[in-house]
Structure formats: structure tokens, C-alpha cells
């Protein structure tokens, strides 16, 4: 199932051809774009979703997007939204169209069913491998037109690092830096559990910060856990009692295996963890 409103508030068709072909996100990727986890009818973590949405919007110079508008247009999809309990809602906000750069922005949310392999790794983890991303930890800060840190339109590279994993036979990806630290999956972000501690890297590295990491931190905070932002090696995905991905759709999947080979069973701990973070939305 799928509901589409645009920004300005109409509801339409999302069957039907609406983005023009000479639209600078479908020509240059030039975009940025939200994925919010829908539950039982409340967008989760809307307010940092929508503080990120303006901080992409703010590295790629695009018009402030106008907050109220996009808090409506949510409410207006998941209003219209008559299929399963959880959704994935699409925010996404283009340059617009080359030829016409008074028209503004290309605006719209969008209501999608989850994949059924998103549900299949929530409950059974999956298995990653390692992939080298080809930065370095200092050059998001060094090199902002990178536009590492916003998330924007051009996946290209992090969808193909998706057909290499499947290629090598696992189901989702972590990017290395060039000194080796862990930097983030193509799509989310990566939880280590040691003792009763969590660690994810800084987002300074040049990743994403993530809001369902984030969420988790607290759900864990509030169990008693301690919760660390600092850089992770390669070795401390190893070293460590449990692995995780974590992002709005896939919440937080538990690792079972890594370049192959499996990794010691976490499912408690995960388990644990996964309905703490259930428990800051009850
Ligand atoms: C969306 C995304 C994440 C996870 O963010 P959430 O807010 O938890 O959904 C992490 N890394 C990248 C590259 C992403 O695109």
C-alpha cells in the first residue's frame, strides 16, 4: 500500500506520474529525503527527523523546508493510511525542476508498506560484511561540500554497496574508514553492546546521526545502562557482546554474522535491548 501528499497539502495518486523528468533530484540526485518509522498511527522521533531534514537542507543551500507544513502533510498520510499497523513514511524534498528554478522545491511524503525482508532481518538479524568506504575520519569536517553527514538523494554508492554485499552473500553492509574505524551501514547505524554498555561512533567521522540510534540510547539509559559516542576499530566489532544496526524502518537488527563468519549468539542481549527501545514509545 501507498499514500502520496505533497507538501502543499494534495493528496494524489501514487500510481500516477507526477515528478517531471527534468526534476533535479531525478537528474543529479539533488535531494534530500527522511524515512520515519509510523507505529499504531505516531510518526516516531518526528521532531529529530525533521531537525535533520533541515540541517541536509541547510549543507545542500536548499530553502529552509517549512516545518508546519511538513508536520501536516505527516499527519495527512498517516490519516489516509488504512494498511498495517507500521509504516515507513517517505519525506522528500528536491531541488525542483531545472528549467523552472521559481517553482522551488519538489516536496512530498510518502506512505509505503515495509519491505518484507526488512521484517524477516528485524526478527532474524542478518549478516553483514565489511566494506571500505574510502574516507577518512577527518575528512567530513575537512571537506563539507562532500555533504557527508546529510542525507541526501544520491545513494548511489550505498545501494551498490547493498548488490556487493548480496554478492558475497550477506544482507546488509558496514563502511570502514580508510584507517579502519567503523563509520555506519549504507541505510543506518551501528550499535556495539559490551557489559552493560552501548557504543556507536561520533557523527563527526563524517556519518549520519542517527534518530533510532538515539532512541535506543535513551530506552537503554532508562534500563540503567551506560551509553559512550566515541570511535569504534574494526576489532571492537568483534570484541564485544553483541552487534547491531539500527535505523527507523529496520529499528534495531541484531548482527549474526560478519565477513562470514558467525558471530557468538547475542539474541538476549538484543532482546533486551530491542524492547527497551519499544518501551520509550509506550
Ligand atoms: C537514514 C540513515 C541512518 C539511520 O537514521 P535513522 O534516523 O535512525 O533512521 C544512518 N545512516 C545513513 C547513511 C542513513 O541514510
Redesign the pocket.
Known amino acids: 500500500m501507498r499514500v502520496l501528499a505533497f507538501l502543499d497539502g494534495t493528496l494524489s495518486d501514487p500510481d500516477a506520474p507526477w515528478i517531471r523528468v527534468d526534476d533535479l533530484g531525478l537528474m543529479r540526485g539533488d535531494g534530500i529525503f ?4 509510523v507505529a499504531d498511527g505516531k510518526p516516531r ?1 518526528l521532531r ?2 525533521l531537525d ?1 531534514l533541515a540541517r541536509s537542507a541547510s549543507m545542500l543551500d536548499l530553502p529552509e523546508p517549512d516545518d508546519e507544513a511538513w508536520q501536516r502533510v505527516t499527519r495527512q498520510v498517516i490519516d489516509n493510511w488504512t494498511g498495517d499497523r507500521e509504516f515507513a513514511l517517505k519525506l522528500v524534498y528536491t531541488r525542483g525542476i531545472e528549467s523552472a528554478p521559481d517553482a522551488g522545491p519538489t516536496a512530498f511524503a510518502m506512505g509505503l508498506t515495509i519491505d518484507e525482508k526488512i521484517l524477516r532481518a528485524r526478527r532474524d538479524g542478518v549478516a553483514v560484511v565489511t566494506l571500505d568506504r574510502g574516507i577518512d575520519p577527518g575528512l567530513a569536517e575537512r571537506a563539507p561540500w562532500l555533504l557527508l553527514g546529510a ?1 541526501s538523494l544520491s ?1 548511489g554508492v ?1 545501494m551498490a554497496a547493498g548488490r556487493e554485499a548480496a554478492r558475497r552473500g550477506a544482507g546488509d553492509v558496514i563502511f570502514t574508514a580508510t584507517d579502519g574505524s567503523v563509520l ?6 551501528v550499535i556495539i553492546a559490551r557489559g552493560h554498555t552501548l557504543y556507536t561512533p561520533p557523527a563527526t567521522i563524517g ?9 535506543v540510547f535513551r530506552g537503554a539509559e532508562r534500563l540503567g545502562w551506560s551509553t559512550r559516542i566515541e570511535p569504534l576499530s574494526a576489532a571492537d566489532l568483534r570484541d564485544n557482546d553483541g552487534l547491531f544496526l ?4 529496520r529499528k534495531l537488527t541484531r548482527v549474526h554474522t560478519l565477513d562470514g563468519e558467525q558471530l557468538p549468539d547475542s539474541s538476549a542481549v538484543h532482546a533486551e535491548l530491542a524492547k527497551a527501545y519499544e518501551d520509550v514509545y509506550s
Open positions: 527522511e524515512t520515519v518509522l522521533e529529530p527527523h535533520r542525507k545513494y550505498n555506519e551501514g549504507p541505510t543506518s547505524n556519518i549520519l546521526p542517527g534518530t533510532t540510534q538515539a532512541a539500527a535505523s527507523s524502518v
